[in-house]
């Protein structure tokens, strides 16, 4: 028969053996000081989290253990009762360097780009079958943000490498997953040849979507449009500012989609910044549906009228101020219209002769 051995406890480990953790150790809660505390903000609030709090940094000052990063891990232990804290202890060269230190541990670089995010969104989707909705509720995002970080994964390879190397930014890579993978490496090949500024890439994604197949390699062969600012440059100058600022309305409209309302601030903060959202929102659908009724306004205006409708209107006494005033200010100009006119007023007339002589 097999003995049932059990597994010895293991037993906290105080300093590790040389090598990538040689200068992690287990310090007494009471060696550990907090001098430069008030060189960092208290007021910032952190995120809660399901991951382990890592260990804090410290640098030895005057035979105190100073810590450079990790005051309030440290709070929250003595509060808990700790008797030993985890710590890196850095090496400091002279008595400046562990405020240097200080910054740079408090200043990390972002490692997580937006294709990373993509795939971890695309991959719940896909393979944990979850809905958009559930996602963003699971990551703490809007749908919208959720939907955008999608689209990404439409991106071409070479667009993926470009945006995850920051050589474009997001906005450029939203506006070409509208655009197909093969299409979309040869807009970043003009913009690269061009050196096109993020703004100027924008411009040129835009107008390729609306340009047509004839109209798209000379595009892509001056996407600048300097040979048209040099055949009218005032023409060309007034539109090229036009253009920047329905840009710059675009790019608003598109942070306003994905802004977060940071879930560590106050309720009051909270629900005062989706008051603000909600008239924000309700500004654009007023403005939209605005549009579409002068869109239609002006379809109905630009209909070509009915000559002897006209005529009615105009022999009607009770609506001939109304009929100068619209319809006939409206069709003054128009000659083809006129003598339509002019004809129907003729039978107008000879019916009303006819009338009065069987009168």
């Not at 393979?127 to 990404?152: F, M, P, Q, Y």
């Amino acid at each position: 028969m097999k003995k049932n051995i059990k597994n010895p406890p293991l037993s906290p480990i105080s300093v590790p053996p040389e090598g990538l953790w040689s200068n992690l150790a287990f310090l007494p809660i009471e060696a550990v000081g907090t001098t430069w505390s008030t060189l960092r903000s208290d007021n910032i609030c952190s995120k809660a989290s399901d991951l382990r709090d890592m260990p804090i940094r410290v640098v030895l000052h005057e035979g105190c253990y100073e810590v450079i990063d990790g005051f309030k891990r440290l709070n929250r232990w003595m509060q808990s009762g700790f008797k030993q804290v985890p710590a890196l202890i850095e090496q400091c060269a002279d008595g400046l360097s562990p405020k240097r230190l200080l910054l740079e541990s408090n200043s990390p670089k972002r490692t997580l780009c937006a294709m990373d995010e993509a795939r971890v969104v695309n991959s719940l989707v896909e393979v944990d079958g979850l809905t958009v909705r559930a996602v963003a509720n699971l990551l703490g995002r809007r749908k919208e943000w959720v939907i955008g970080r999608r689209s990404l994964m439409r991106l071409s390879l070479q667009s993926q490498k470009l945006l995850t190397s920051g050589r474009i930014n997001l906005m450029v890579a939203r506006l070409l997953t509208a655009i197909q993978a093969k299409d979309q490496d040869t807009i970043l090949a003009a913009v690269e040849k061009h050196g096109l500024k993020m703004p100027e890439a924008q411009l040129l994604i835009q107008t390729w979507r609306s340009a047509s197949d004839e109209e798209k390699p000379g595009l892509l062969a001056d996407p600048l449009f300097k040979r048209e600012q040099s055949a009218s440059p005032g023409h060309s100058a007034r539109l090229k500012s036009l253009e920047v600022k329905l840009t710059e309305i675009r790019n608003a409209l598109n942070e306003f989609r994905d802004l977060v309302i940071p879930s560590d601030l106050a309720d009051v903060e909270q629900r005062r910044l989706q008051a603000i959202c909600a008239s924000i929102q309700n500004q654009i659908n007023e403005m939209a549906e605005g549009l579409e009724v002068k869109e239609s306004v002006t379809t109905q205006t630009a209909m070509p009228a009915d000559p002897e409708k006209v005529l009615k209107a105009i022999t009607s006494a009770d609506s001939l101020q109304s009929a100068c005033g619209s319809e006939l200010e409206h069709l003054v100009n128009d000659s083809g219209f006129a003598s339509e006119l002019m004809s129907a007023l003729q039978r107008h007339n000879a019916a009303c002769g006819s009338l009065e002589c069987s009168g």
